[in-house]
Every structure is written in structure tokens, then in C-alpha cells.
């Protein structure tokens, strides 16, 4: 009886054999499924889709079209006012600061786009930057959000556990750069956002990694308690000086548990929707593999080895094995340490790597989820086993944000 990656295998290799690798797909029924499910976990509140996760417009579209989801946490200015202008959405919360002048220009000469997109702050000469674009009084009021840190920090702050973003760590910071926007003509604070990356990003299961697992699931649950008590004051802080439209917080890996933090209105979520390697690590939930790219063997160097052209489509983040996509279909192959995953071929080892002729598919999965649209102009949407629609991605849109 063939097993479920061999049925996998049968019914993409099905569905694409009309296409020349390397091609990426989505299949349809893990992404509804996985869209489904990260509903589920957010416990009734309400999701905004990560877009440097899914990087397709008609997939955000899509994901927006379920119930469960609303808005958008954009990765840059112009990206958020390109899917405003598209009518994906007409609620994007910009992820990170901008300086960038020509999409705040934009911004400023279009009250549309103003009411439509949030920037995010967490420093004062932000502000200033925006009014060297124009000035309060020649501009519709923008909107806000400020960036709490989300970080644990330890021993004085000596043990940082988490990623450097926001400056603002302690509900005090944030009451006084609270007070400093709620005074400055020509800004609305609207919403406060904390990414909690040491939980939602990290994987708690590690395979392989008994003890290591053990270790990110106690700094995990440490890190969760401070950071419970310390956005719920933040958030207290903040309302003394402005009415939040919104608390944002989380990602794919902590949807659940940021959704049942009271201080939270809203929970952003992306990768679980592809379903990369990265959140193979995780106990709490696995989202199904939705997202593959094919490349074809085309020599085999040496009895048990096949070699793929290209394949090397590295993750971002710190230099580790995590960060390269893993062979996936058939079962039973892997990479060469001495070589990796290659620019322009990828060897492979392994148990069924003899197996393979030349011609063969091999399907592989990214480490990380929309970072794989950066690499092909185009997503083939496969149902069953055919291909029942082909999107463009970001890049094959001529869109390319960072």
C-alpha cells in the first residue's frame, strides 16, 4: 500500500508533468486546511496575515476571504500601499519603521492611503522623519502603532532572550512615547504591536534535540509570563493617552497562546499557511506541508547519488543546516554535507536517491515560508492532482520590497 508521501509524490508529479522544473506549487487543500486551523487556534480573535509570508497577492486575497482573517501586517511602506491600491485590503499595519521618502510622499498626498495604512514607531525621531516629508497642517493625520519589545531580558538586562527590535521595553517607555505621539499635530495613535520571536519563531521540539528542547521550552514559558504581565501594563500605559483600535501580537508558532493573553486583540500569522520546514520543530501544531518547489535530476555522479539542478534556495537568519530547504519527495533522500544545497546543482544521498532516473522530479520544501516566492515568478495552485490555477508571486509581478 503506497503511503501518504508516496501518494503526495504520485499526485503532484501528476499534476506538473506538463511543467519544466525548477517551478514552485501550492496545494490548495493543505493551504485552506492550514488557514482553517490557525482560525481555530486563535480562540475567536481576529487574524492579520503576515504577507512576507505568503508574497502572492491572489493568496493573501484568498486567505482574507475566510472567515477568521482581517488585515494585513505589511513588511514595507510601498508594499502596503501597492495592496491598498490593489483593493487586497484596506486595513495594513507596516511591520517595521520606514524612511522611506517617496512612499511617504505618496502616503501624504492621498487621504485614502492615510486612513488605510498604520506605521509602525518606537522612537520620537521617527515622527520627525515623517514631517521632513511634509509638515502637520499640509497632510491628512497619519496613523501609529508603537513596537513594544517583546524580548525576556535577564540579570538587568544582561541575557537578552529574543530578537532586537523596539527600544520600548517596559510599560514606562511605553506610556512616555505614548504621551509623546498623543502631543505631536499630525499623528493618531491607533494600536501597539509586540512580536514575541523567541516563542512563536523558535521551535520548542527541535528533532533530534532532546535537551536543547527542554531548555527553549523553559525560557519559553518564563519568557510568556513576563511578557503577560509586562503588554498587559504597556497596554494600560498606552491607553492613558490614546484609544486603541488594537493590540497586535504573535506569529504562526504562538497563535494560541498570544490569542489568550486578554491584552491582545489581534494575532498575526503567516508561515503556518505554507507550512516550511522551520515549524517541523514545533509540539503545540505542525501546519500540513503546503508549499513546494521541484527541480530535475539531471546526472548521477556515482552509484547512490543524484544531482538536481539548482536547488540552493537558502533561508534568511543565523548560518545553520535549518536555513536550507530539505529534499522532501521522494522519501529517503538528503543533502551532501561537503556541498549542501547548491546555486546551480544539489547532489543527493540517501536511500532512494539510486532510485532516481534521469528526468525525475525531486520536490523539496524552504525553511522558511514566503521567502521561497522571492525565487519563482509564478505559484501553481494544485487541487487534487491538477493544476487549477497559476498566480504570480511578488517577483513575478515586478515587485520586489527588500
Not at 525548477?22 to 493543505?30: H, I, Q
Not at 499623528?187 to 501597539?192: I, Y
Not at 504562538?254 to 490569542?259: I, K, L
Amino acid at each position: 500500500m503506497a503511503t501518504d508521501s508516496e501518494n503526495l509524490r504520485h499526485r503532484l508529479d501528476r499534476a506538473t508533468g506538463h511543467l519544466d522544473p525548477p517551478y514552485a506549487v501550492v496545494d490548495l487543500t493543505a493551504f485552506d486546511a492550514n488557514s482553517a486551523a490557525l482560525v481555530g487556534r486563535a480562540g475567536g480573535k481576529p487574524l492579520r496575515v503576515a504577507s512576507k509570508s505568503v508574497r502572492s497577492r491572489e493568496l493573501i486575497a484568498r486567505t482574507l476571504a475566510r472567515p477568521g482573517w482581517h488585515g494585513v501586517l505589511a513588511f514595507t511602506l510601498p508594499e502596503a500601499i501597492w495592496l491598498v491600491r490593489r483593493e487586497v485590503t484596506a486595513d495594513a499595519l507596516v511591520a517595521y519603521p520606514t524612511v522611506d521618502r517617496g512612499a511617504l510622499a505618496e502616503l501624504v498626498a492621498d487621504p485614502a492611503l492615510a486612513a488605510a495604512i498604520t506605521l509602525m514607531v518606537d522612537d520620537p525621531d521617527q515622527l520627525d522623519f515623517c514631517d521632513t516629508v511634509r509638515s502637520p497642517g499640509h497632510r491628512p493625520e497619519l496613523r501609529v502603532c508603537l513596537d513594544l519589545d517583546a524580548s525576556w531580558r535577564l540579570l538587568g538586562g544582561r541575557v537578552h532572550v529574543g530578537v532586537r527590535r523596539s527600544p520600548v521595553h517596559s510599560a514606562q517607555a511605553a506610556g512616555r512615547l505614548a504621551a509623546t505621539v498623543a502631543a505631536r499635530p499630525g499623528f493618531r495613535l491607533v494600536g501597539l504591536m509586540s512580536y514575541e520571536a523567541q516563542i512563536a519563531g523558535i521551535g520548542d521540539a527541535p528533532p533530534g534535540q532532546t535537551a536543547l528542547g527542554a531548555a527553549i521550552r523553559l525560557a519559553q514559558r518564563g519568557s510568556y509570563r513576563d511578557l503577560l504581565a509586562r503588554r498587559g501594563a504597556a497596554v494600560a500605559a498606552v491607553r492613558d493617552h490614546a484609544d486603541l483600535e488594537f493590540v497586535n501580537g504573535g506569529g504562526t508558532g504562538s497563535v494560541a497562546a498570544t490569542s489568550a493573553d486578554p491584552a491582545v486583540t489581534e494575532v498575526t500569522a503567516g508561515s503556518g499557511l505554507y507550512g516550511p520546514t522551520l515549524f517541523d520543530g514545533y509540539r503545540s501544531w505542525r501546519p500540513t506541508p503546503a508549499a513546494f518547489f521541484a527541480c530535475a535530476v539531471v546526472r548521477r555522479p556515482a552509484p547512490g547519488l543524484a544531482t538536481v539542478l539548482g536547488g540552493g534556495w537558502i533561508a534568511s537568519g543565523s548560518a545553520a543546516n535549518s536555513r536550507l530547504p530539505r529534499p522532501w519527495l521522494p522519501a529517503g533522500l538528503k543533502l551532501i554535507g561537503a556541498e549542501g544545497a547548491g546555486e546551480v546543482q544539489t547532489p543527493l544521498a540517501g536511500s532512494t536517491a539510486g532510485t532516481l532516473r534521469i528526468g525525475d522530479r525531486v520536490w523539496f520544501r524552504h525553511a522558511k515560508s514566503g521567502e521561497l516566492c522571492e525565487r519563482v515568478n509564478e505559484l501553481h495552485l494544485v487541487d487534487g492532482d491538477e493544476v487549477v490555477a497559476t498566480v504570480p508571486t511578488y517577483r513575478g509581478e515586478g515587485r520586489a520590497f527588500l
